[in-house]
């Protein structure tokens, strides 16, 4: 076993750590920059578009389930429910296992707005330069994965 790949002590971790840290929140701002330009084409709204975009990976779901998946506030995602419901692309059905929890779910011209949305950005990130291996992309995923994990715990209001 070589030294890269040895588990890091604890110090050298949280610094190349925070290395990852000074990449996701620029990476975060970009991209949501970029979502903002599309809701010109599609007229989706970041919020709304990840209101959607859970529903389309695990379907139906409740608003308080919605935003512990995405770590942001019942509220906000209730709002965001309700722009996205007002525009027709999600609907309110009878949850079985909670009579005043309801279930959110897409509409069909919900399913089409998220398809289009989820193209386009596949078409951008297909232009990912590197030469990345599905290793990387593992070991990416196993890295942010961990960290969200660490703060799983964190009040999101």
Known sequence: MNDTDRPLAPDELGRRLTEVFDL????Y??????????????GLSVGVRAVLDLLHKHG????????????????FVQRMVNDAAARGLVESVP???????SLIRLTDDGRAAIAA???REHALLRET??????ADVSACLRVLGEMLRLFEDVDVG
């Open 60 to 75: 139906p779901m409740t608003v308080p389930q919605m935003g512990r998946a995405q770590a942001i506030s019942r509220q």
């Open 129 to 134: 330069g590197g030469d990345l291996t599905a």
């Open 117 to 119: 949305v989820l193209a």
């Open 29 to 42: 701002r970009r991209v949501q920059r970029k979502v903002e330009q599309g809701e010109a084409i599609e």
């Open 24 to 27: 996701v929140g620029p990476l």
């Open 95 to 101: 949850n079985p296992a909670h009579r005043r929890s």
